[in-house]
């Protein structure tokens, strides 16, 4: 075998031992896109997945109430109180930072009461106030989804005597 055979059967092993090193480079960074894909799906779809938490609970300070809020609007949309309770509003913002109208964040405003309640995109925020005055109150989230226009994004604060 020749000089220049040896030198061209060098580089087409040289060659072929590159092709075998690079093989798994293609499975591998398809493998990363389809994880990443995955990840991005669960994220924007976890307020979709994740448990609700919402309700009123009495407590010995007063009523309790978790309310969540999503792009589709309050999940509660009737709240009964006492008159001269205490009542902490915990509001939870379903939405994520991604959505372009609002940021995900959201509110629970009842003018007639002070209470102007804004949770952060996927984040819980609470207020706590005393009605003194039995009425209806509309409370509602003007930050977003149509804002007091929109029917999903309020709701009524009864207040009984």
Same mark, same amino acid.
């Given at each position: 075998?020749?000089?220049?055979?040896?030198?061209?059967?060098?580089?087409?092993?040289e060659?072929?031992r590159?092709q &075998? &090193?690079?093989?798994?480079? &293609?499975?591998?960074?398809?493998?990363?896109?389809v994880?990443?894909?995955?990840?991005?799906?669960?994220?924007?779809?976890?307020?979709?997945?994740?448990?609700?938490?919402?309700?009123?609970?009495?407590?010995?300070?007063?009523?309790?109430?978790?309310?969540?809020?999503?792009?589709?609007g309050?999940?509660?949309?009737?709240? *009964?109180?006492?008159?001269?309770e205490?009542v902490?509003?915990?509001? &939870?913002?379903?939405?994520?930072?991604?959505?372009?109208?609002?940021?995900?964040? *959201?509110q629970?405003?009842?003018?007639?009461? =002070?209470?102007?309640?804004?949770?952060?995109?996927?984040?819980?925020?609470?207020?706590?106030?005393?009605?003194?005055?039995?009425g209806?109150?509309?409370?509602?989230?003007?930050?977003?989804?149509? =804002?007091?226009?929109n029917?999903?994004m309020?709701?009524k604060?009864?207040?009984?005597?």
């Amino acid at each position: 075998m020749s000089a220049s055979d040896k030198k061209r059967l060098e580089r087409v092993h040289e060659l072929e031992r590159g092709q &075998r &090193r690079q093989q798994w480079v &293609r499975p591998v960074a398809f493998g990363l896109l389809v994880l990443a894909v995955i990840v991005g799906i669960g994220y924007f779809l976890s307020p979709l997945l994740s448990p609700k938490a919402s309700g009123v609970m009495q407590t010995e300070n007063g009523k309790v109430i978790n309310v969540q809020a999503a792009m589709d609007g309050f999940d509660l949309t009737e709240i *009964h109180v006492k008159a001269g309770e205490t009542v902490t509003v915990n509001l &939870r913002s379903l939405d994520n930072s991604m959505h372009t109208d609002g940021g995900g964040k *959201h509110q629970f405003a009842i003018d007639e009461l =002070g209470v102007n309640l804004v949770a952060q995109p996927m984040s819980t925020n609470s207020a706590t106030f005393t009605p003194t005055q039995p009425g209806e109150y509309t409370f509602y989230c003007d930050i977003c989804c149509g =804002g007091k226009a929109n029917p999903t994004m309020n709701g009524k604060l009864i207040v009984e005597a």
